[in-house]
């Protein structure tokens, strides 16, 4: 063992004690709530939905919603509750009149767990901790709680909180060492999005300066938080920007923190480096394992991004180790804050200060409020003057840390636990971390791999899309024309189509398809069809994937065209080019499964099966507002089961059509199998679904057209050789129900990325939003404040989320739908649209008590346009969204699980969401589409979706002759 190793040792073993000496003092002082801890870790199960129960405790405003509460989440569990919360439910049970007790009951434990973490409710209480602290020579960084900041008011409430708070620092002078307070940056903005950190970053700095000028008068110090891994460059960025403005020049007291748990945590320390060796106040770095753990690995695993964070427990552990020599390497042009409750690291920490003669003020243990008390005592006990972490704040702001101790707490892997709880032995956990081989991360079962989004907080991607941007617009005003069998169709009459951001910029002169060239393509196609028909599925699945390739390869170009010619906004039109490359990638998986023979129940004498067969020729008519994902989608399950496609884009994005049919031909499918035909639908609609050709019609779109196209289809079968099959996703409009239990910081983002993400115009929008009356005025509230600063704008900036609406048409449509709105009911909410000169933009707009008939509440808009309704309950509320013809997509905000369950068996809707937004369907895991007047349910994204495009042929062979069945004794027993 070197020498440093046994000097680690030695510390550690000291700490080590003295840590578990006041464990065993705590744990007698605070029984009741270590007894609670201990039940949490015996069920897994159990665990799960007790965090779940604590989560919505604070929203449950009276004794008897407290009492239905426990009994809807721990319905079974009695023997298993302990004994205090069981007698509380049996008293409760018989008399109203104890249901109160139960809720004093239960609102005294939930203090007592969240005041083990949670130093108190607001700053004023924080004040006098902090003096107490510091008696012991414990000093404090003060943290308000809160994570999520919904609007520019919230924002500039969390600003003034810090300033207030800054100020009574000021006045609690701590001996020569400053008072200390933490700032997580998200707090400051109600867009901190790492999609453009220049314009975020100037945001952030006109409040961050504000404060950083106040700590320096008041002589605080400022230490700004981290948060996840998206917006660690956006952080660090805006702090050394900061520090670079002349005002600073003198110097700043002020911090960051880094992560160890990062796998490119190396980089980012070489990065800081750079620019903070030289400063005149030493930058402190404040070292922690991380506490985002869960969300990265969930974040990236459900976007397909590579894992950020190290896996095993030990590749963070030997970072730490690693970061922490580095740091104090270059101690002291910067400073070093270990906070962390793992005794090895802090131990390491001292052996290599002691080792380099670090002097005391270079080097400091922070430790978390609760959490770290046996260490602060341990390290108080050893002569250090650790500084403790101090979050303050009420409960429902504060959930989202109080569940991260909980679950640190109670997790196996926890030192605190492991280490001091439950007192391993001390060379174990003492050692060296070794440096483990990282696991694989998780692979989903099947073969479909989808696409990862752009990862808009990094910067080359970004670079990427910007200069796809740049380029786009070279390509903009050329000539399209339709293409059949390969051959160019050139028209006379032309149409003109111009961008939505700006009304002027031509997007293509498109040359229009008449009557004679839909007669050619479907001959064309008919005639390809016997050789496609014929080719094996694997062959043709091999094209898709080929189309795939070619399309994530040109991913930024497709997805800069899409804001240019529909006025998407950069991450719905990545996510366009996403889905149909996961269309693609999933129906080619997909077709090879399910177009192989198949055995149906067969004797030794009978041999039964079911082969697939193509249908024909498809007509693939597509909508403008997903202008690639759904044309590709609907063509994509056509030619994979083998139907040739006469392809007929929307007008109004002929150029995105363009380019899935370029697509399909740079990967190699011959020219006879795929047309493209651009031209009025009311012509060239009719004339493609009646054709006797056609076998199959592939269409999204409005209603009006749908059902032309079912009646249309029926009758024309008279003259076919076959029934056609009609394929048709059409408009929605969709209901979310926000009840009492809901979670407002998920609710009203979700709310609103759903109705005004891209200008509401997606089938899936939400339209009709029904909240229940307990909490009516409280939730509109906050959603209207957040509202305001829904970013709307010119999609060709990162930030927007809000466009501007297809075209003039449309504009004046929706408009006048509005003006209606207005004079039947109450506009709560009109948003300001900072717009183009001469583009098409409606500002986001919120309507209540409208009468039921209304078009607000009975058709759909395509708009921004956000009706609201008022409900007496639940149940109430759930009639009120099915009282409607069509079931598309649903919502519901809700942290009740009876609730939960009657709208997942009652809810009308083809996709219904829990807790998140309502548009957003991801391929294979959500297949989408809707019934009653929204269209045949046909689940684009879902294997079914596959069976609509082939029929199947059932087989049946006879293998007995005159009576002698052709079977050995073996098969005998497998009949
Ligand atoms: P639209 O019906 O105007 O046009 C869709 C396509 O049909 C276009 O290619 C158009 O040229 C063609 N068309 C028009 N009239 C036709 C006719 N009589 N016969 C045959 N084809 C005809 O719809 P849109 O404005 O492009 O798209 C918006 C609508 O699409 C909304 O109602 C929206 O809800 C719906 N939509 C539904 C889904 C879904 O999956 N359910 C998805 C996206 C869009």
């Given at each position: 063992m070197s020498e440093r190793e046994v000097r680690i040792q030695s510390i550690g073993r000291t700490l080590l004690e003295s840590a578990r000496r006041e464990e065993a003092r705590l744990a007698r002082e605070h029984r009741w709530e270590h007894a609670l801890l201990d039940w949490c870790m015996q069920n897994p199960e159990l665990r799960t939905r007790i965090f779940r129960f604590i989560d919505v405790f604070p929203q449950l405003d009276s004794p008897s919603s407290v009492y239905h509460h426990i009994k809807e989440y721990f319905p079974q569990d009695e023997d298993r509750i302990p004994a205090f919360i069981r007698r509380g439910l049996a008293l409760a049970r018989p008399a109203v009149l104890t249901r109160p007790a139960l809720y004093h009951l239960t609102a005294m434990m939930f203090r007592r767990v969240a005041g083990m973490f949670v130093a108190a409710p607001g700053e004023e209480e924080a004040l006098a901790v902090v003096e107490d602290f510091s008696r012991r020579n414990v000093r404090c960084s003060v943290d308000i709680l809160g994570e999520r900041t919904l609007s520019e008011a919230q924002a500039a409430g969390y600003f003034e909180r810090y300033r207030t708070l800054i100020r009574a620092l000021g006045r609690l002078k701590q001996g020569r060492d400053k008072q200390n307070i933490s700032v997580k940056l998200?707090?400051?903005?109600?867009a901190f999005d790492p999609a453009d950190p220049e314009t975020v970053g100037r945001r952030v700095r006109e409040r961050l300066r504000e404060l950083v000028r106040l700590a320096k008068q008041q002589e605080v110090f400022l230490h700004i938080d981290m948060e996840e891994y998206a917006v660690r460059d956006l952080t660090l960025k805006i702090v050394r920007d900061l520090l670079e403005e002349k005002e600073f020049a003198g110097g700043l007291d002020i911090g960051v923190v880094l992560q160890a748990?990062?796998?490119d945590v190396g980089q980012c320390l070489d990065d800081i480096f750079s620019w903070a060796l030289d400063l005149k106040n030493p930058l402190t770095i404040r070292l922690?394992?991380?506490?985002?753990w869960d969300y990265e690995l969930m974040n990236a695993q459900e976007k397909s991004?590579?894992?950020?964070?190290?896996?095993?427990?030990s590749g963070t552990d030997e970072m730490f180790e690693r970061l922490t020599r580095r740091i104090l390497e270059e101690t002291p042009r910067v400073r070093l804050a270990v906070a962390t409750h793992n005794v090895r690291s802090i131990a390491h920490a001292l052996a290599l200060a002691e080792e380099r003669q670090t002097?005391?003020?270079?080097l400091e243990f922070q430790l978390l409020y609760g959490m770290g008390a046996p260490l602060v005592a341990a390290l108080l006990e050893a002569g250090h003057s650790p500084r403790v972490y101090m979050p303050v704040g009420e409960p429902i702001r504060g959930m989202a840390y109080l569940v991260r101790r909980l679950l640190e707490n109670v997790s196996s892997q926890s030192f605190v636990r492991?280490?001091?709880?439950?007192?391993?032995v001390p060379q174990d956990i003492l050692k060296a971390p070794a440096v483990g081989k990282e696991p694989p991360a998780l692979q989903r079962p099947n073969e479909f791999v989808e696409c990862p989004p752009v990862r808009l907080f990094d910067a080359n991607e970004r670079k990427h899309f910007r200069s796809a941007l740049d380029n786009v617009r070279d390509q903009l005003g050329r000539d399209l024309t339709g293409v059949i069998a390969g051959h160019a169709v050139e028209k006379k009459q032309k149409g003109e189509h111009v961008s939505p951001?700006?009304?002027?910029?031509?997007?293509a002169r498109t040359s229009y398809a008449d009557a004679a060239d839909a007669e050619k393509a479907l001959t064309a196609a008919a005639q390809s069809f016997p050789d496609w028909a014929a080719r094996p599925v694997g062959e043709r699945a091999e094209f898709l994937r080929r189309t795939a390739l070619w399309m994530q390869a040109n991913r930024y170009d497709l997805a800069a065209l899409e804001v240019m010619e529909v006025g998407k906004p950069w991450r719905e039109a990545d996510a366009d080019v996403k889905e149909a490359v996961d269309f693609l990638n999933f129906y080619a998986v997909s077709a090879e499964a399910l177009m192989r023979p198949q055995a149906a129940i067969s004797f030794p004498h009978e041999r039964n099966e079911i082969r697939a067969r193509p249908r024909g020729v498809a007509a693939v008519i597509a909508p403008w507002n997903f202008p690639i994902a759904i044309l590709t989608g609907m063509s994509a399950a056509a030619l994979v089961t083998g139907n040739p496609v006469v392809i007929k884009p929307a007008g109004p994005s002929v150029f995105c059509g363009w380019k899935v049919y370029e697509a399909y031909r740079e990967a190699?499918?011959?020219?006879?199998?795929v047309h493209f035909l651009p031209g009025r639908g009311e012509l060239l609609g009719p004339l493609l679904v009646e054709d006797?050709?056609?076998?199959?019609i592939a269409f999204t779109g409005s209603r009006s057209a749908g059902l032309d196209i079912l009646r249309r289809a029926g009758e024309s079968t008279a003259k076919a050789r076959m029934v056609k099959k009609v394929i048709a996703e059409l408009g929605g409009k969709n209901a979310a129900i926000v009840d009492d239990t809901a979670d407002f910081d998920q609710a009203v983002p979700a709310v609103l990325s759903s109705a005004?993400?891209?200008?509401?115009?997606?089938?899936?929008?939400?339209?009709r939003l029904i909240v229940v009356d307990r909490i009516y005025e409280s939730f509109l509230k906050r959603l209207i404040e957040a509202a305001a600063d829904f970013?709307?704008?010119?999609?060709?900036?990162?930030?927007?989320l809000c466009g501007p609406v297809i075209n003039a048409a449309a504009r004046d449509r929706i408009q006048a739908a509005v003006e209606e709105g207005r004079t039947q009911g109450v506009v709560l909410f009109e948003g300001r649209i900072p717009e183009e000169a001469g583009g098409f933009y409606v500002p986001p707009v919120i309507v209540a008590d409208?009468?039921?008939?209304s078009r607000l509440l009975?058709?759909?808009?395509?708009?921004?346009v956000l009706a609201v309704i008022r409900a007496r309950d639940f149940k109430d509320a759930l009639q009120k969204a099915n009282d409607s013809d069509c079931a598309l997509t649903a919502g519901v905000f809700s942290r009740t699980p009876s609730h939960i369950e009657l709208a997942r068996r009652e809810?009308?809707?083809g996709n219904l969401y829990i807790?998140?937004?309502?548009?957003g369907a991801v391929v294979g895991r959500h297949p989408f589409g809707g019934y009653k007047?929204?269209?045949?349910?046909?689940?684009?994204?879902?294997?079914?979706?596959?069976?609509?495009?082939f029929i199947e042929r059932t087989i049946s062979e006879n293998a007995a002759r005159h009576g002698f069945?052709?079977?050995?004794?073996?098969e005998i027993g497998k009949m």
């Open positions: 998200s707090s400051l903005t109600s748990y990062l796998k922690v394992r991380g506490a985002y991004w590579p894992v950020p964070v190290f896996l095993q427990k002097g005391k003020d270079s492991r280490g001091i709880h439950e007192q391993s951001i700006d009304g002027k910029t031509v997007i190699g499918i011959p020219a006879g199998v006797p050709r056609t076998a199959l005004f993400g891209y200008a509401g115009q997606k089938c899936s929008a939400l339209s970013p709307a704008g010119n999609p060709v900036e990162p930030l927007t409208l009468p039921a008939d009975r058709e759909e808009i395509f708009g921004p809810f009308e809707a807790n998140r937004p309502i548009t007047m929204s269209g045949t349910c046909t689940k684009a994204g879902g294997e079914s979706y596959l069976r609509e495009f069945a052709p079977f050995d004794e073996g």
